[in-house]
């Protein structure tokens, strides 16, 4: 066995309870196997893998509040402070029910090489709850967000550690967060990004991971003979990220026909109304359901089959594990050109070989929504030096992001004999950065 397969078997047996993190340290254990093969004496003696598989610090705590009726509730909190080899730990805060340690790691872990891609100073971290916002009135989920912070505040800073918004976690729950750890650390600091635009937050940020994804989409395609323009795009999910990208992809010419949540989704085969989609989600935090009020003529079907529907390009913009083997098979045999990732490993390991092997482009979310994470980071430096960019400034910064990790990925495929794999070479470009810092700083 050699030094990559071992790591990977005493993380398999060590972790063996936690699957979305063994998930995805296998999926950049194996392309990364070259790159240690050429290094392997050195890799293995410095314990290079088995240091970038540990986090530096897990930090698991209890959150109670009140509730409306004057009941105290009582969820965990997490936030595991991955690496912070070349910047600070960035990454975001999802409040879900399905949040526990695995899931946290896994985004941690992931969030390592995606901030190493940006080409920017910040380190990966994941954190959040396994508390629900969904149906909790503004009071609950400030209730929450004050709890949550007063216990997050002693381990994070503007320097130390960075949060921000991930599966339900928006605008609103940063701002309650914002403003209690400014209140319990007294400083007023660019400890949190996706702020309100009055107290520090970047313009842009709210539409940068579906901006960011559409630009890579349009770089992709470019490089591979082919555009955006009238193509039909499916896209899963309804949310931040979700509704940017289809808006983007919009603007760029195609024709964007599917959304979803996590009880249906919708049909309307001449493009989804956005307009009408971001009020039901972004205002009155409803169903899916309710958009045949809007569009009569469209359809609405209970559960998941997105990937069932005709398509050019695939955006999966939900959560992980939405994209099955079944699900890749239907998206081949109905002619799929590129599927891009939104969301964080919505693809299993199954279907991405199967799309990768039909010969479709496929981008893993660590390279293709980086535009999110880039964008924070463009929002710590506005915050550092007291200004603010323009629309315009950001919005192009954000392009030539995602534009430059199209050709960093696709040119370490090829360096390492693997053209057009795309996971190999995001894996190998973030893993690079971060490693040739680790060997640089000594044992720690
Ligand atoms: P939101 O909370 O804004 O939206 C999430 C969307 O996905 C909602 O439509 C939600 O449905 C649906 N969804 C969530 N969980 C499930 C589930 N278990 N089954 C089915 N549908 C589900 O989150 P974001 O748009 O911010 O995040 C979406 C994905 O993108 C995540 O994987 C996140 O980690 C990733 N991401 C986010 C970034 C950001 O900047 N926000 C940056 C990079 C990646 P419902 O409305 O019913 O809850
Ligand atoms: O998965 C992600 O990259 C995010 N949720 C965004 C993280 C951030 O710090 O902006």
Redesign the pocket.
Known sequence: MNYTEKTLEAVRAKYSYQPEFLQAVSEVFESLEKVIEKNEKLYESEAILERIVEPDRQIIFRVPWVDDSGKIRVNTGYRVQFNNSIGPYKG?L???P?VNLSVIKF?GFEQVF?NSLTGLPIGGGKGGSDFDP?GKSDREVMAFCQSFMTELCKYIGADTDVP???????AREIGYMFGQYKRIRGLYEGVLT?KGLSYGGSLV?TE???YGLLYLVRELLKCNGSSIEGKTVVI????????YAAEKATQLGGKVVT?????GWIYDKDGVDLAAVKEI?EKNRA??TEYKKYRPESEYHEG?GVWSVKCDIALP????N?LLLDDAKALVANGVEAVCE?????STIEATKYLQENGVLFVP?KAS?????AT?ALEMSQNSERLSWTFEEVNQKLNGIMVGIYHNIANAAEEYGMKGNFVAGANIAGFQKVVNAMLAHGAC
């Open positions: 975001g999802r409040l879900h399905s985004l995606k969904k921000a918004g991930d599966i339900g976690t928006g996706g940020r940068a991971t579906g899963s999910g309804a949310g931040n990220v979700a509704i959304m979803s949540d996590s009880t989600k169903r899916l998941r913009c939900a959560t992980q939405e939104g969301a964080n490993m919505p979310g929504n980086a535009g999110g994470v924070s």
